[in-house]
């Protein structure tokens, strides 16, 4: 029961143990960023979309790497959004960056708007794959981008995360999902968790 109460403050963190969640992931999440940032191969003008920001320090790293992208993300947690904003402030302020409050999986499709798409430890929480890849394939501009990073079946087995919250997904089931998306050159490597990159 407790368990669960904390898996949710991961999935959709909320009030003050949504302040202790975001301060975990804020500390564990940071390298994991600078990774698959490093991955994504930013250039100037790129349109980036990331979904499930949490605090919202992976948009900015991207924004202190690029100073022409312009850079857009949803999240439903209320509390993240809120973090998010004030840790992207002057971004936001100066245009740079926009800040989504909503369910991705309901966010309205607009074709082919973006050069890269990214989510780190966002997809353990989709009950089914083919959905919300669908919609991100078409999303992605021609030749675009989705990066993901997630994290072993056994790594979160090991930090007990429960079944009835984490979909403790294998690479093989992200790797043929993503294909029957419409996705080519479906490539990964392992780095204390899988770093996924697809190209549409
Ligand atoms: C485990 S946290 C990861 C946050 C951040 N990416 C990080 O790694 O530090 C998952 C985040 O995804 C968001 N999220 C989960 N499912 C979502 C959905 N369907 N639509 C929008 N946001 C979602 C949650 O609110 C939460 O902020």
Same mark, same amino acid.
């Given at each position: 029961?407790?368990?669960?109460?904390?898996?949710?403050?991961?999935?959709? @963190?909320?009030?003050?143990?949504? %302040?202790?969640?975001?301060?975990?992931?804020?500390?564990? %999440?940071? /390298?994991?960023?600078?990774?698959?940032?490093?991955?994504?191969?930013?250039?100037?003008?790129?349109?980036?979309?990331?979904?499930?920001?949490? @605090?919202?320090?992976?948009?900015?790293?991207?924004?202190?790497?690029?100073?022409?992208?312009?850079?857009?993300?949803?999240?439903?947690?209320?509390?993240?959004?809120?973090?998010?904003?004030?840790?992207?402030? @002057?971004?936001?302020?100066?245009?740079?960056?926009?800040?989504?409050?909503?369910?991705?999986?309901?966010?309205?499709?607009?074709? %082919?708007?973006?050069?890269?798409?990214?989510?780190?430890?966002?997809?353990?929480?989709?009950?089914?794959?083919?959905?919300?890849?669908?919609?991100? /394939?078409?999303?992605?501009?021609?030749?675009?981008?989705?990066?993901?990073?997630?994290?072993?079946?056994?790594?979160?087995?090991?930090?007990?995360? @429960?079944?009835?919250?984490?979909?403790?997904?294998?690479?093989?089931?992200?790797?043929?999902?993503?294909?029957?998306?419409?996705?080519?050159?479906?490539? /990964?490597?392992?780095?204390?968790?899988?770093?996924?990159?697809?190209?549409?």
């Amino acid at each position: 029961m407790f368990r669960n109460f904390i898996a949710w403050q991961f999935k959709k @963190p909320t009030g003050l143990f949504g %302040n202790f969640s975001s301060r975990v992931m804020i500390r564990g %999440n940071s /390298h994991r960023y600078s990774t698959l940032i490093k991955d994504m191969d930013i250039e100037s003008g790129d349109k980036i979309l990331e979904i499930g920001y949490g @605090p919202g320090i992976g948009i900015q790293m991207i924004t202190r790497l690029c100073l022409t992208c312009k850079v857009y993300g949803i999240d439903f947690s209320k509390l993240m959004f809120k973090k998010a904003s004030s840790y992207n402030k @002057p971004a936001i302020d100066q245009s740079k960056v926009q800040l989504f409050f909503g369910d991705y999986l309901k966010m309205p499709i607009d074709q %082919n708007q973006y050069d890269k798409i990214f989510c780190l430890n966002v997809i353990y929480f989709w009950d089914e794959l083919s959905k919300p890849l669908h919609k991100t /394939h078409a999303l992605l501009k021609s030749g675009g981008v989705f990066h993901i990073f997630m994290a072993s079946a056994n790594f979160l087995n090991e930090k007990k995360a @429960p079944d009835t919250v984490f979909n403790k997904y294998s690479i093989e089931q992200v790797v043929d999902a993503l294909t029957a998306a419409g996705f080519t050159q479906v490539e /990964h490597y392992f780095n204390k968790g899988y770093y996924i990159k697809a190209k549409k």
